[in-house]
């Protein structure tokens, strides 16, 4: 089926499975692979895209679902010449080890740095409780997510 | 596969009625799941995440919560009479979670182990339900009849979970390998209704269904018909452990991979133990 999407600001269209999530969506038709496939059942978050404003996983969201609402994915935060204050933050912070988890803690971090400037580190990490890394041991990022939040509101 | 993406609650039950037990996807994290790994291919599908009507939150007089209200929004309330609600909520899932999981997802599912049902079940709440020939309401004791199984016809949506404020002494419990993430190895809700004399429990992932503990209630009201029912309850070491032995009688557990039979009669007794502590002394 044919749907109408506005993913990072830009009207898409794609032909798509009836059943097809958002996350396929964005990965297979309109060439955003930066939110990553890895369980497609809401257990790790490294597809987390925020829709509306929310941060949500986008392999539970159906493709079809998504027309209307504003999406926007990890491709949207910064570009490889001006990285966002969350992404300088992982890479200065050591907090990327394979990087596959990394799209989505940033998302993620974003997220929760937009609603809560100065997040204690109980507040971190229930905010990154969603989303899993099998490399760093999260202590490298929830010190990135620090250093996110001073440079951000410093 | 048909999606139709209905603008009002009418037209998703006219979609409904032309198309009896196609699926409803409401944030879609638990029937998303079963889509992405091929488990079920719904042959019609209803989206009924953007209905206002499945939204509303009301907490006056009597507590209404719409089908669509996720969790997120649950936890924004206050406290008090929504106390085990919040407690509850907080555990499910992670943000992510939380920002797509309704309760109406939660009761159309009817896990034994869903988080919201155990809550439902202690406040004695009333399920509503809507389809082209009218409204149905019905004691949660009622509508869910086994592991997820219940007594929602084909042509019915959940528009609402009703029920009377119960007060502030409530309180939920519930235990998983970790705390985020995490599906209940067993949960407890223990409420205790001072206005109409009343204490009522229930049990999550604990049978086959959700279960009351109605000689543990018993128990637990004659113990503050002694002390009084608008006063704190200072609850003995004796009392509190029979208490706790009474609903971990009442439950049905298995062995399964979350926990064994054993493990989750045990647990019970401990959280049965600390939410009569916990909930004793709130007095209104
Ligand atoms: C990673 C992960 C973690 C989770 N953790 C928890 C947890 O901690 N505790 C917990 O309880 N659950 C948990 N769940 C399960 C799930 O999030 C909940 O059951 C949630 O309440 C489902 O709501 P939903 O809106 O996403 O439902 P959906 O997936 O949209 O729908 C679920 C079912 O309900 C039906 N349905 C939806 N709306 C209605 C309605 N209005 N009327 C009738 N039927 C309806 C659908 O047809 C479908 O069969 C988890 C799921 C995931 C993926
Ligand atoms: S791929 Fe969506 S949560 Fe893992
Ligand atoms: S860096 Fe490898 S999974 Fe997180």
Redesign the interface.
Known sequence: MRIHLTVNGLEREADVWEGSSLLTALREDLGLPGSKNACEQGECGSCSVLLDDQLLCSCLVLAAAAEGHRIRTVEDLGKDERLHPVQRAFVDAGAVQCGFCTPGFIVASYALLRDNPEPSEAEIREALSGNLCRCTGYGKIIEAVRRASREMYR | ???E?PRSLDGALAALAAHPGADL?A???DL??E???GRK??EH?I?V??LAELRDLDRNGAVRVGAGVTY?RLLAEGGGSFAAVREMARTV?????R??GTVGGNLGTSSPAGDALPVLAAFDATVVLRSRRGERRIPFADYMTGPKRNARAPDEIVVAAEWRDPGPAQTFLKVGTR???VIAVASLCLVVERARKSVRVALGSCGPTILRAGEAERFAEELIDESGWDEPLDVSEAAAARFGELVAAAARPIDDVRGSARYRRHVLGVMARRALERVGSVVA
């Open positions: 596969m048909e999606i993406r996807l944030g879609g994290t998303m799941v889509i992405n790994f291919r719904p599908l989206v995440q953007p997120t899932g992670s943000p992510q979670i920002n797509a705390n985020a993430m």
